[in-house]
Antibody
């Protein structure tokens, strides 16, 4: 079965960087792309960006554009998200999320960027 | 950017009764090429990651009980729980994946 196992909780000081990993298993890694979603304490869900597991292409929310890097390593079936210049309001649970399966029908072939598998989440606390 | 809104913010429903949650997008999420609405619903229980319930606005994810159903098209969508069970207490989020930046509704808290 599909599993996404994320790295453990982190405590960082303001201005530091954090790198969260997400190891995938139970399917062909390059068949689906990854997104990263975060959730501040008691708050809703916020999409941060997307990374192709096939070619490494990325797309980010403008809110994180200059501070985030998302990569994948096909040799270890692992996705990574690095967030730099951390602030206290970056304190949140960070989730890696896998896209649904692409499909083809009479009208063409399409991706399915809904989020059908979630990692367990990584709590990142930013505090001086 | 597409802004997602949900109503109500919170909802209390008796066991066995129907629960209805509404979601509205600031622009249509219907993709004309494949005639699909790029709208999903998730359930999140305390201390857990969200769980996909519905995608393409009305397709139930495998393993999701059939008391959960989604409807709507374009900009207006509804999640219905036909007969509320105790284990359905959670926060429910809608999500548009029509275009980046993908966005979520603010959530609806469902209680007994």
């Amino acid at each position: 079965q599909v599993q996404l196992v994320q790295s453990g909780a982190e405590v960082k000081k303001p201005g530091a960087s954090v790198k969260v990993s997400c190891k995938a298993s139970g399917y062909t890694f390059t068949s689906n792309d990854f997104n990263w979603v975060r959730q501040a304490p008691g708050q809703g869900l916020e999409w941060m960006g997307w990374v192709s597991s096939d070619n490494g292409n990325t797309k980010f929310s403008q809110r994180f554009q200059v501070r985030v890097t998302m990569t994948t390593d096909t040799s270890t079936n692992t996705a990574y998200m690095e967030l730099r210049s951390l602030r206290s309001d970056d304190t949140a649970i960070y989730y890696c999320v896998r896209d649904g399966p692409g499909y083809c029908d009479a009208t063409g072939c399409y991706t399915s960027p809904y989020f059908n598998h979630w990692g367990q989440g990584t709590l990142v606390i930013v505090s001086s | 950017d597409i802004v997602m809104t949900q109503s109500p913010d919170s909802l209390a429903v008796s066991l066995g009764e129907r629960a209805t949650i509404n979601c509205k997008s600031s622009q249509s999420v219907l993709y004309n090429s494949n005639n699909k609405n790029y709208l999903a619903w998730y359930q999140q229980k305390p201390g857990q990651p969200p769980k996909l319930l519905i995608y393409w606005a009305s397709t139930r994810e495998s393993g999701v009980p059939d008391r959960f159903s989604g409807s709507g098209s374009g900009t207006d969508f509804t999640l219905t729980i036909s007969s509320l069970q105790a284990e359905d207490v959670a926060i429910y989020y809608c999500h548009q994946y029509y275009t980046t930046p993908y966005s979520f509704g603010p959530g609806t808290k469902l209680e007994i």
